[in-house]
T-cell receptor
């Protein structure tokens, strides 16, 4: 799996967009970028994933740079319930390969403030 | 409701006792996983199973055992050989290994 680098913490005002960055400069061509989040004492929740195109779902948007060395998760209108640790993972192949080792680092603690 | 159910949520055991954590999924997923998380840390893979009656060791399998007799069930036994068993344990599943992984709510194990 490619190594990812995330800031340890970020703050965001309620109602504003939260932009969480992730660097994955060693990502290979067939590796996806996955985002999960974990609220304290709960299991990680899948948010979104992408290969090279930008992706959007009901929870968030994922912007991947053209060289695929970094990405940004966007929560368009952050709420207090979005306070969590956000994990960026690069390496799952999503093609029947051995992504069993989703390597979760320490992630970014996003705190949404009222 | 479809999902992954772990039980119990909180478990206390005396040192030297084996304990089994339950994980059941009704998502019809072939692959299942057990992860361990220590406070403030990331997740570490204990065991995974790609299909019924098959399982493989992850990064920290020592002191743990699993079985996969049914597609929907993947129980984890924490044995007395595990030196530091107190942790948050997460079960997960995916359609197959290599597909998006979904997690249960976790089980807190405290050994005293």
């Amino acid at each position: 799996d490619a190594k990812t680098t995330q800031p340890p913490s970020m703050d965001c005002a309620e109602g504003r967009a939260a932009n969480l960055p992730c660097n994955h400069s060693t990502i290979s061509g067939n590796e996806y970028v996955y985002w999960y989040r974990q609220i304290h004492s709960q299991g990680p929740q899948y948010i979104i994933h992408g290969l090279k195109n930008n992706e959007t779902n009901e929870m968030a948007s994922l912007i991947i740079t053209e060289d695929r060395k970094s990405s940004t998760l966007i929560l368009p209108h952050a709420t207090l319930r979005d306070t969590a640790v956000y994990y960026c993972i690069a390496g799952a192949t999503n093609s029947g390969g051995s992504n069993y080792k989703l390597t979760f680092g320490k992630g970014t603690l996003l705190t949404v403030n009222p | 409701d479809g999902g992954i159910t772990q039980s119990p949520k909180y478990l206390f055991r005396k040192e030297g006792q084996n304990v089994t954590l339950s994980c059941e999924q009704n998502l019809n997923h072939d692959a299942m996983y057990w992860y361990r998380q220590d406070p403030g840390q990331g997740l570490r893979l204990i065991y995974y199973s790609q299909i019924v009656n098959d399982f493989q060791k992850g990064d920290i399998a020592e002191g743990y055992s699993v079985s996969r007799e049914k597609k929907e069930s993947f129980p984890l036994t924490v044995t007395s050989a595990q030196k530091n068993p107190t942790a948050f344990y997460l079960c997960a599943s995916s359609v197959f290994t290599g597909n998006t992984i979904y997690f249960g709510e976790g089980s807190w194990l405290t050994v005293v």
